[in-house]
């Protein structure tokens, strides 16, 4: 399929990558909110799931896989131009040092738990969609958009989990770590749901598409299309 004949979804695509990436680097910040804790990248990055669920529903899911490829790689670049620049040595005289490694210093596990984790979950996300899309014959938005939810987080939040933890923390706490974690991200895209709703509508209405992936090869490393 030529992408390049929509109008938004080379937009789209930006935007995702632009959240991906912010995500990634405001995940340091811890908030509290009453007793709960929980990170900046835990507010801004189930967003990249809603974006995934409108690329599958409204483009497909070959639409969707080029998206993530695309936000793979871009997130695989900041890190690893994040690492150089942080290990280059600073000036004579320049004390921002220590705040800029706070802020771009990737540790190499984390960096790679999170690709991980991201390329499993979003392939897992958009699979489900579309294959629900078949079963429902494109009825029942919300169950695709939950349940897709529900597959992908799922496993995103095992895989960064335990990979990021495995073998430091105590059996009990990671699992602790998955259920809270997956909980939280799963009711922030069912609240989300009135929202994606009205993106996909307007999308299918302004674009004139509608794909369902009947003959799809779900290949996640095959090409366009």
């Not at 793979?72 to 320049?94: C, D, E, K």
């Not at 897992?124 to 958009?145: D, E, I, P, Q």
Request: proline residues 4%.
């Amino acid at each position: 399929m030529r992408y390049e004949r929509f109008r938004y979804y080379d937009l789209l695509v930006h935007t995702f990558v632009v959240i991906l990436l912010i995500s990634n680097l405001v995940g340091q910040k811890i908030t509290a909110v009453g007793p709960f804790r929980f990170s900046g990248a835990m507010l801004f990055f189930p967003i990249t799931y809603i974006f995934g669920d409108v690329f599958t529903e409204v483009y497909g899911y070959g639409a969707s896989r080029r998206a993530i490829w695309i936000g793979f790689f871009a997130a695989s670049l900041l890190a690893a131009m994040g690492m150089i620049t942080v290990w280059l040595p600073p000036a004579p005289g320049w004390d921002g040092q220590a705040a800029f490694a706070r802020v771009f210093n990737f540790v190499p596990r984390i960096i790679a738990s999170s690709l991980a984790a991201f390329w499993c979950g979003e392939f897992a996300n958009s699979f489900v969609m579309a294959k629900m899309k078949l079963l429902t014959k494109g009825r029942y938005l919300w169950t695709r958009t939950v349940g897709s939810t529900v597959a992908g987080q799922a496993v995103d939040t095992f895989v960064v989990t335990v990979l990021t933890f495995g073998g430091s923390l105590s059996a009990g706490l990671i699992a602790n770590l998955i259920l809270s974690g997956y909980l939280a991200k799963v009711l922030y895209e069912v609240a989300a749901t009135p929202v994606t709703y009205w993106i996909v509508n307007s999308l299918k209405r302004r674009e004139g598409v509608d794909v369902f992936d009947t003959n799809t090869d779900f290949n996640p490393f095959h090409g366009e299309g």
